[in-house]
């Protein structure tokens, strides 16, 4: 490891530079964790209805769209069709 400042590179040891890492995150006030993934910072409250309405129609059209799926599936093998089959000219 290089120690020399000039040259650009970590001047500390890693671990003094992890145990004081450590020591100031310790000492740092920790903010409101996001509510939602990649919120920075948390999402105002006012904009919380809209955001679970939306959560929740994402939802049911997924859960909707694998329900058809299945369906599908059911009545293709009722009739004997396979849809991966080549077809026949």
Do not use: W, Y
């Not at 970590?10 to 993934?37: I, N, S, T």
């Not at 955001?51 to 009722?78: M, N, Q």
Request: net charge negative; no cysteine; hydrophobic share 30%.
């Amino acid at each position: 490891m290089n120690d020399d400042p000039t040259e650009g590179g970590p001047v500390l040891p890693e671990p003094v530079r992890d145990h004081l890492g450590q020591q100031l995150r310790g000492a740092l006030p920790v903010a409101d964790k996001p509510r939602f993934l990649g919120d920075e910072p948390p999402i105002p409250g006012e904009f919380e209805p809209t955001l679970r309405r939306l959560e929740t129609r994402l939802k049911t059209h997924e859960e909707g769209t694998e329900a058809v799926e299945h369906a599908l599936d059911r009545i293709l093998d009722a009739f004997g069709v396979k849809p991966d089959a080549p077809k026949e000219p």
